[in-house]
């Protein structure tokens, strides 16, 4: 499960400041993120108005660029 902590203000007042990333969707506007909010509201949002959280126990794939 990766978490996403929300930059955008209007959506945070109403459903909170971290959200669920279910997956991330690339479109021709740009790469989207579908996110589940700990009320159960879902939500479609552009990847620049969120940043990725991960636990650092979490492993890293052996294929990966980081």
């Known amino acids: ?7 955008d203000t209007q959506l945070t007042d109403k459903h909170g400041k971290y959200a669920e990333v ?4 690339d479109s021709p506007s740009g790469v989207k993120a579908r996110l589940r909010f700990g ?7 552009g990847v620049r108005k969120l940043r990725m959280v991960q636990d ?3 492993p ?4 990966g660029w980081f």
Request: hydrophobic share 40%; proline share 0%.
């Open 1 to 7: 499960m990766r978490i996403a902590k929300i930059l």
């Open 22 to 25: 279910m997956e991330l969707i």
């Open 39 to 45: 009320d159960g509201h879902r939500e479609t949002l």
């Open 56 to 58: 650092e126990n979490v």
């Open 60 to 63: 890293r794939s052996k294929d």
